[in-house]
Nanobody
Framework: QVQLVESGGGLVQPGGSLRLSCAVSESILRFNAMGWYRQAPGKQREMVARISSDGTTTYVDSVKGRFTISRDNAKNTVSLQMNSLKPEDTAVYYC?????????WGQGTQVTVSS
C-alpha cells in the first residue's frame, strides 16, 4: 500500500513563506506524476502544482511565480515552496501520486494565511 505523508503546514502571515513536503513510501520514479492539491472550506479540491516523471511542471494560474514544486528522487519526496502567501491560499493541502489510472493521496496538511 502506497503511503504519502505531508508535513510543513501551519499558520503564516500574508507575504510569508512555507515549504510543504510529501514523503512517499516507495520510489517516486514509479509514478507518472506527483502533485499538490488544495481544498478550501466550501470549495472543490483544485490542482495547485504538478510535476511529471520527466520534470515537466504545471501550476494553477493563481500561484504562478509564487509557488515552486520540486522532487527529490533519492529521498522519495516532493516539495512545494510557497512564497508571498495570500489569505486566499488558506486550505488543506494534499499530496497526490499518479500511476496510470491509480491515484494515491496523503492525509493533508493545513495551511492558514492570516494576520
Amino acid at each position: 500500500q502506497v503511503q504519502l505523508v505531508e508535513s510543513g503546514g501551519g499558520l503564516v502571515q500574508p507575504g510569508g513563506s512555507l515549504r510543504l513536503s510529501c514523503a512517499v513510501s516507495e520510489s517516486i520514479l514509479r509514478f507518472n506524476a506527483m502533485g499538490w492539491y488544495r481544498q478550501a472550506p466550501g470549495k472543490q479540491r483544485e490542482m495547485v502544482a504538478r510535476i511529471s516523471s520527466d520534470g515537466t511542471t504545471t501550476y494553477v494560474d493563481s500561484v504562478k511565480g509564487r509557488f515552486t514544486i520540486s522532487r527529490d528522487n533519492a529521498k522519495n519526496t516532493v516539495s512545494l515552496q510557497m512564497n508571498s502567501l495570500k489569505p486566499e491560499d488558506t486550505a488543506v493541502y494534499y499530496c497526490k501520486a499518479e500511476r496510470f489510472w491509480y491515484e494515491y493521496w496523503g492525509q493533508g496538511t493545513q495551511v492558514t494565511v492570516s494576520s
